[in-house]
């Protein structure tokens, strides 16, 4: 029958075609042809499914000798997933292996044994793959790692830390009121001690491992992040503790070696000394010598001593007359002399 609208007879034929499919299918008959019972595990009959089987394989035909993709690979693709969704579920509700569907799942695992034992070989051999190839993490997502291992790092600490356990390795109570254990703190410290003697011979910032300028322990970033960082009372409170102890124990409050009573050892004081704003007086520095010409206003040197001096007169050739001899020595070196 002929409609004047096209919409509407699609509409009424495809609920024509419906209903015919329900009705066939409830009398257990082949839903395309209504003749025949469909075949077993089939929804259609064996002549049917046939038919389909042979225009869909000449339909893929055409379209490969077009060179146009069997079917949209986008539909394809969510296709797919809701069919391994669909199946995945009914082999878990079954208990089932989710991954072959032959073998009940391991305890707390949604696969068999020997599906998890394929899984585990294939991602060692992967893994193996790409560390040979020198990609970090084995080839796999880097960020992703990264932010599971961050997840999961601080999932531990967290329940280590209601257990009132050391977050690093979970066996012993943390010591003085900290989150870590006095033996891995201990390990720690002397973790960060070798890198930082490393990083310091190296020429390299010893917090990033960035190089730096003018021998200087950090970089400039790490500089400003360490400074905006720092605490002055805990600074402060813990400066003041190490003075208590090493002064108690007769040590350098300032390197801690024997000092013999003395707040400081003498290598320490002297250092502390030429440190401070104290008055030290006019430096004492080596003399040197500049030789002018008179004439021509020519500079020679500056030399180090006043042999020098009477060499350059005698490789110029000139007279002591017609120079001037202008020396640069310390005002101190005329009253330290005499000593």
Same mark, same amino acid.
């Given at each position: 029958?002929?409609?004047? =609208?096209?919409?509407?007879?699609?509409?009424?034929?495809?609920?024509?075609?419906?209903r015919?499919?329900?009705?066939?299918?409830?009398?257990?008959?082949?839903?395309? @042809?209504?003749?025949?019972?469909?075949?077993p595990?089939?929804?259609? +009959?064996?002549? @049917?499914?046939?038919?389909?089987?042979? #225009?869909?394989?000449?339909? =893929?035909?055409?379209?490969?000798?077009?060179?146009?993709?069997?079917?949209?690979?986008?539909?394809?693709?969510?296709?797919e997933r809701?069919?391994?969704?669909r199946e995945? !579920? !009914?082999?878990?509700?079954?208990?089932?292996?989710?991954?072959?569907?032959?073998?009940?799942?391991?305890?707390?695992? *949604?696969?068999?044994?020997? @599906?998890?034992?394929k899984?585990?070989?294939?991602?060692?051999?992967?893994?193996?793959?790409?560390?040979? !190839?020198?990609?970090?993490?084995?080839? #796999?997502? #880097?960020?992703?790692?990264?932010r599971?291992?961050?997840?999961?790092?601080?999932?531990?600490?967290?329940?280590?830390?209601?257990?009132?356990? +050391?977050i690093?390795?979970?066996?012993?109570?943390?010591?003085?009121?900290?989150?870590?254990c006095?033996?891995?703190?201990?390990?720690?410290?002397?973790?960060?001690?070798?890198?930082?003697?490393?990083?310091?011979?190296?020429?390299?910032?010893?917090?990033?491992?960035?190089?730096?300028?003018?021998?200087?322990?950090?970089?400039?970033? @790490? #500089?400003?992040?360490?400074? /905006?960082?720092?605490?002055?009372?805990?600074k402060?409170?813990?400066?003041?503790?190490?003075?208590?102890e090493?002064?108690?124990?007769?040590?350098?409050?300032?390197?801690?070696?024997?000092?013999?009573? /003395? *707040?400081?050892?003498?290598? +320490?004081?002297?250092?502390?000394?030429?440190?401070? /704003?104290?008055?030290?007086?006019?430096?004492?520095?080596?003399? *040197?010598?500049?030789?002018?010409?008179?004439?021509?206003?020519?500079?020679?040197?500056?030399? =180090? *001593?006043?042999?020098?001096?009477?060499?350059?007169?005698a490789?110029?050739k000139?007279?002591?007359?017609?120079?001037?001899?202008?020396?640069?020595?310390?005002?101190?070196?005329?009253?330290?002399?005499?000593?």
């Amino acid at each position: 029958m002929a409609y004047a =609208d096209q919409e509407v007879g699609k509409a009424r034929d495809r609920e024509r075609f419906r209903r015919r499919t329900e009705e066939r299918i409830a009398a257990g008959l082949c839903p395309r @042809c209504g003749t025949a019972p469909p075949a077993p595990e089939r929804t259609m +009959c064996a002549p @049917c499914n046939e038919k389909r089987n042979a #225009a869909s394989r000449a339909r =893929d035909a055409r379209l490969r000798a077009e060179g146009k993709p069997r079917r949209d690979p986008v539909r394809e693709r969510e296709y797919e997933r809701e069919r391994s969704r669909r199946e995945a !579920a !009914a082999r878990q509700a079954e208990g089932l292996c989710v991954r072959c569907g032959r073998k009940p799942a391991a305890p707390d695992r *949604s696969s068999c044994e020997p @599906c998890l034992e394929k899984r585990r070989a294939a991602d060692r051999a992967r893994y193996a793959a790409g560390k040979a !190839a020198g990609l970090p993490y084995g080839g #796999a997502n #880097a960020d992703a790692k990264r932010r599971a291992g961050r997840a999961k790092s601080k999932q531990r600490q967290k329940t280590r830390l209601e257990a009132g356990l +050391c977050i690093r390795c979970g066996q012993h109570p943390p010591a003085g009121g900290g989150t870590t254990c006095a033996p891995c703190r201990k390990k720690r410290q002397v973790a960060e001690k070798r890198q930082y003697a490393e990083r310091r011979a190296a020429g390299l910032c010893t917090r990033c491992g960035a190089p730096v300028h003018d021998g200087l322990s950090r970089c400039a970033p @790490c #500089a400003v992040i360490d400074e /905006a960082g720092r605490n002055p009372e805990r600074k402060n409170a813990r400066s003041r503790k190490l003075y208590a102890e090493r002064r108690a124990r007769g040590l350098c409050t300032a390197c801690g070696t024997p000092s013999q009573g /003395a *707040s400081r050892c003498a290598p +320490c004081a002297e250092k502390s000394y030429h440190g401070s /704003a104290h008055f030290k007086g006019i430096p004492v520095w080596d003399p *040197s010598f500049t030789v002018i010409e008179l004439d021509t206003g020519r500079e020679h040197g500056p030399f =180090d *001593s006043e042999a020098d001096v009477a060499l350059c007169l005698a490789f110029e050739k000139l007279d002591r007359n017609r120079v001037e001899v202008v020396s640069d020595a310390s005002p101190m070196a005329s009253l330290t002399s005499w000593g």
